[in-house]
């Protein structure tokens, strides 16, 4: 361009953070006006922004292919390097970036505006070293300034995703990779940002504001954050290695590892990077290579014919196709601009429309528009397709309720990430359509319309990125426990606990219970903060306990609740009135703290016992001799109701002065169990089993509501687990098994008896009605009551089975061998071998005062 030929051109190379962009804007606001041509819209925005805050809103211009802000008497522009005005004359031009000659899909662009684009008086190329020996064969009279690094980059080697260092960026090459390695910092640090190059720049910016801002302490990106984006990074981590350049999975070069680690560091701050995730440790000479900033020269670089013939389509594809004219110059492989049009012109219906050259170059700005999905899909060389013929058949314009419906299907905000940046996709396409003011009547309009759909999907893509990825929660708790300051805590009357104003889980008792919603990692930092924060609550708890009066206390399932939440629970020991009590595990117990609640809880069920089993302890008072000490004994042991065929022995030997106190105390000794009436309520039956499942360590049984006179038992509910409800469980071969109540069983033997005393007695349902039984059920009881069923007759009768003549003496018979059989030896400190002890010396006491023997016996006769 001999125009220029006097202009000044320099080339400012160096490594990132050295501050070259920095210099070209202070050389171009030194001149009366200039352009500077960024590699990314969002750069573009940025320095536009800063721009006007020296210059004013109406002295700079943004233009890009999705944007254009041109005030009527700007004087500076900041651009896209496709967007750039080079048809226009500055004094100043500047181009960043430059090494990007060599990108495979963009370079050619790059190259065009290094060979041709020109400042009336200074024109800068930024960049990085790699370049230079290029720039100087083909730009020979451009000037050469090295700019060193700002700061120091250095290797620390592969580091745990888990021990990262707040203001770091983890490096991705694949969506997939970016969200699992979004969602790891999210449960273990509790969030990210994430960038990726599909983002809108208002999304974008909105994920960056959240790391600059402090709310987050971590990034996610792909090789988007390797130019463009000024960020205060400490470490840039690799999670990755490799990436999908357009045609195929090839291994980072150098360079490209030296670019993005170079985001590590800004202005005077050093900056490290290293590797994550599964990466192993980099080459030692790439490491070497990043360190020094010493990169292997570029060899070649990519270009493409600028100077294009409309006479036809055919001319046009071949023009495209043209060879570089320089060794040096790589033709550039086919742009999506290139595939479009090749794609297109085998159309016989765009044939038929492209016959003039003016025709042929609308046609060729049509398929400049881009897609932002990367995909040349069918659906976005359709749409081509018809804003061409629209184009054509119209005078260059759209039909606007075509337009109108295009974007009103995309103004939608709803869905999930991948639908939001599908549409954010499709709606920046149309963003750039609506900037082609020559086909749109009301330009203006459309532009306004599309940057707000563009504003909302972006507003909802980021909002849908900050929930999927973003606990801030918990990113909260980890910045506070990592300043290592004190926490506030507080804890609701509901037990809710929050942590700094978060909640985080629920405090039942002494047991904190994380929230349901967190699991896997995410659960670390808050667990941590809890135990840091309610180090003092606790104690705090256990002296409220310790002060409370019994009403706060209470006993179900086995648990003792402390005002409403458990805290303990029962557990076997030597006595079934005295069971243990366990304070149930908690992170904030230690063992003094924990035998202070134990000892409390155990005097509230000491006492609660004893209200409750209260006809227990009465018994127990009693001055009795010992055969009724031992039958005291066993009815305590039992919980208040015993066979009485468990028994026998004791009763036979109870004098009369014993049974008038036992009589007294409320023992009933019935003709098939020994029990006590008293304790034949609701309240004392669930006391009774929850003793019976803590001493036997066995599960609480059921208590059958309002205890009914009977009820059929499941397979778990044994004899002796029935005798903890106060029930009689009776069984007969092929019929069920009928768990009759203590009380209710001795008043149906009693009916039964008065019944039978013609002899025989018939189902009676006034003796159904007693028992709470049908048919099948009395007849269980009444076989077990010692009856025996006669069908021979129209009715079932039942007779008392009579005794026969010698039974007696052979139960007596029968008694002496079973004594004279050999037993194991009794432990002499045993209840039952004092009450042995004490059976044998009242035997032998009868056995010298023989006439009182037979008064004796008649008289217990007599009272049976």
Known sequence: MSTFARSRVTAVLGPTNTGKTHLAIERMLGHGGGVIGFPLRLLARENYDRIVRIKGAGQVALVTGEEKIIPPHARYFCCTVESMPIDRSFEFLAVDEIQLCADPERGHVFTDRLLHARGLEETMFLGAETIRPLIRQLVPEAEHISRPRLSTLSYTGPRKMTRLAPRTAVVAFSVSEVYATAELLRRQRGGTAVILGALSPRTRNAQVGMFESGEVDYLVATDAIGMGLNLSLDHVAFAALAKFDGRGRRRLTAPEIGQIAGRAGRHMSDGT???????????????????????????????????????????????????????????????????????????????????????????????????????????????????????MARDGCLPEDWVAGHLTRLERSDGDIDQLIARLAHIRTWTYVTHRPDWLEDAAHWQGRARAIEDRLSDALHDRLTQRFVDRRTAVLVRRLRDGGELLAAVRANGEVLVEGEFVGRLEGFRFLLDTTVDGEEAKPLLTAARRALRNEIPRRIKQLEDDNDGSFSLAQGQISWRGFPVARLTSSDWILSPGVEPLRSDFLDGPLRERIRLRLWQWLDRHIRAQLKPLYRLQALDLSGAAKGLVFQVVESLGAVPRAQVETQIDALRRADRKLLAGAGLRIGVHNVFLPGLQNARATQLRVQLWAAQTRRPIPAVPENLPASFGPSAQQGLVCCLALGYQRLTRRRAPAL????????????????????????????????????????????????????????????????????????????QENAKAKPRAPRNADSPFAVLEQLVGQKNESASRRPNNKGRRSRRNSKAE
């Not at 790589?330 to 601009?337: I, P, S, Y």
């Not at 990367?374 to 749409?383: A, D, P, R």
């Not at 349902?765 to 129209?794: F, H, K, N």
């Open 273 to 391: 990077f290293g590797t994550t995730g599964p990466l192993n440790a980099l080459d030692e000479e790439i490491v070497a290579a990043v360190e020094s900033h010493q990169f292997e020269s570029l060899k070649t670089l990519f270009w493409r014919n600028r100077k294009l013939r409309f006479d036809n389509l055919s001319v046009l594809l071949q023009s495209l196709e043209r060879r570089p004219p320089d060794p040096m110059l790589l033709r550039a492989r086919d742009a999506d601009d290139h595939m479009a049009l090749a794609a297109l012109a085998r159309d016989s219906r765009i044939t038929d429309l492209a016959t003039t050259p003016e025709a042929v170059h609308l046609l060729w700005e049509v398929c400049r528009i881009p897609d932002f999905r990367k995909t040349l899909s069918e659906q976005h060389t359709g749409l081509l397709f018809r804003i061409y013929r629209h184009l």
């Open 739 to 814: 768990a009759v109540r203590v009380d209710v069983l001795e008043r149906v033997a009693q009916a039964a008896f008065r019944l039978a005393k013609s002899g025989t007695l018939e189902i009676d349902t006034g003796l159904m009605t007693q028992a709470g039984t049908d048919e099948q059920g009395l007849r269980t009881i009444l076989l077990a009551l010692g009856y025996r069923a006669d069908s021979s007759g129209d009715q079932v009768r039942f007779s008392r089975v009579k005794r026969r003549p010698g039974d007696k003496e052979r139960r007596s018979k029968e």
